[in-house]
């Protein structure tokens, strides 16, 4: 089993020093990195399975005992990580083949890739560092960006950190704290939707949404119920496909039309509605339409809000999944409803065959992984449910990791 521990770091580095070598040709280097990816997902996929019938399991690198040595450990909620990390990096794979010049080839973009997303899990295993996942995403400017804390970026990798520590390292248990992480959840959760709805760029309503939806993650963390985790897993899962997706999106908008800014698009929904379509879902699952995934992350956390008797909780992230209906009607009205500008007259009868199926198919796969988590939310939660579960009580995580 332990080979089922290290096989998802091993293989991206393996790849990452392999692109170097092959960085020279563009086709190489991206079958090269294909095969990795899949590689990835295919032991990602053994992993959760692993730890879902057979439970929490740890090895220790070197055969160092804990505490001296490194120890990986593998429990639902690292298990789910590493599955989220391997998809989105297929996606991102592939979708680069249309987004960058063999420039950036040549210069290294599959080997960072690679080299990022290794680095990462062993972040989701060590029991030192607790940092799940960064979304790397490739934009239409073929730019590799990685998560961070400015709205321009992604701070998604941080959540794991915060959520192993708060109920592994650091107990709730200080009066003043029950009412500054439920404080400090609405006030990101409201800054977060207004910078948003300020916003007239597409890529910055998303960053900044993704200010106001880690609110609702803070939110389920500040409660300490067990549905209250358990919607911040289902939550985290939702939230890095759809936003994922709305970037890699947004991505297409650009090759479309050459801009991101909102008042230089439009008529994207006449001349490809396909691409209307594939902003459609992913874009009203996050602002909580049923029956997408959106819709029940935002449901499990409202309802352990009241469980909670955090009635004020609830309507805040009820009010705030309101105002989320508007960012994505302002896209929508803007980008995909409204008729091209003069200037993009001839774009506005672009078809929809331009653009590469490199971008359209990670697009489409991701779009349907958000229908079928939205359809399959009863097995989600129950997932969800039993990380959760190691999250309130930790003493088996102890267990794996000390080997008592």
């Not at 089993?1 to 040709?25: F, H, K, Q």
């Not at 593998?74 to 420039?103: C, E, F, H, P, Q």
């Not at 496909?241 to 929904?269: D, H, P």
């Not at 697009?363 to 939310?377: C, S």
């Amino acid at each position: 089993m332990s080979e089922l521990l290290v096989l998802p770091i091993i293989l991206p580095l393996i790849g990452g020093a392999a692109a170097v070598v092959v960085r020279g040709s563009a086709r190489q280097s991206l079958y090269l990195a294909l095969t990795i990816a899949t590689l990835h997902t295919i032991a990602a996929g053994l992993l959760i399975y692993q730890v879902h019938t057979g439970g929490i399991f740890a090895t220790q690198i070197g055969n160092w005992p804990a505490p001296f040595g490194i120890t990986l450990v593998a429990d639902r909620l690292s298990a789910v990580m590493v599955m989220i990390t391997a998809v989105i990096n297929l996606a991102v794979t592939s979708y680069s083949k249309a987004d960058i010049g063999i420039d950036l080839v040549r210069r290294g973009h599959y080997c960072l890739l690679q080299i990022l997303v290794g680095g990462d899990l062993r972040r989701i295993y060590n029991r030192r560092h607790f940092q799940p996942l960064r979304l790397v995403r490739s934009d239409a400017d073929g730019i590799l960006r990685t998560a961070g804390a400015r709205p321009e970026q992604d701070p998604i990798g941080r959540w794991g950190q915060i959520c192993r520590f708060f109920t592994l390292v650091f107990v709730i248990d200080a009066a003043y704290l029950n009412y500054l992480l439920p404080t400090l959840a609405a006030l990101t959760m409201i800054t977060g939707v207004l910078g948003a709805a300020a916003q007239n760029e597409f890529r910055r309503i998303l960053s900044f949404h993704i200010i106001s939806q880690v609110g609702y993650m803070v939110l389920g963390l500040s409660l300490q119920s067990r549905l209250a985790l358990a919607g911040t897993v289902f939550y985290l899962v939702h939230h890095i496909v759809v936003k994922a997706n709305l970037f890699l999106v947004s991505g297409v908008v650009k090759q479309l039309q050459g801009s991101f800014e909102l008042a230089r698009l439009g008529g994207i929904y006449r001349s490809n509605g396909w691409i209307a379509a594939l902003f459609f879902i992913p874009a009203f699952s996050l602002a909580g339409f049923p029956p997408l995934s959106g819709f029940w992350a935002k449901m499990i956390l409202i309802r352990a809000s009241l469980d909670s008797h955090q009635y004020w909780l609830a309507v805040i992230a009820a009010v705030v999944g309101l105002l989320t209906v508007y960012s994505m009607t302002k896209i929508w009205g803007e980008v995909f409803w409204k008729p091209a500008p003069a200037a993009n007259h001839e774009a506005d009868r672009l078809p929809a065959r331009s653009i590469s199926a490199w971008m359209l198919v990670p697009v489409t796969a991701l779009t349907a992984l958000t229908i079928v988590i939205g359809l399959g939310a009863e097995l989600v939660f129950q997932f969800a449910w039993q990380a959760a579960e190691e999250l309130s009580q930790p003493a088996e995580y102890v267990r794996a990791v000390m080997k008592k």
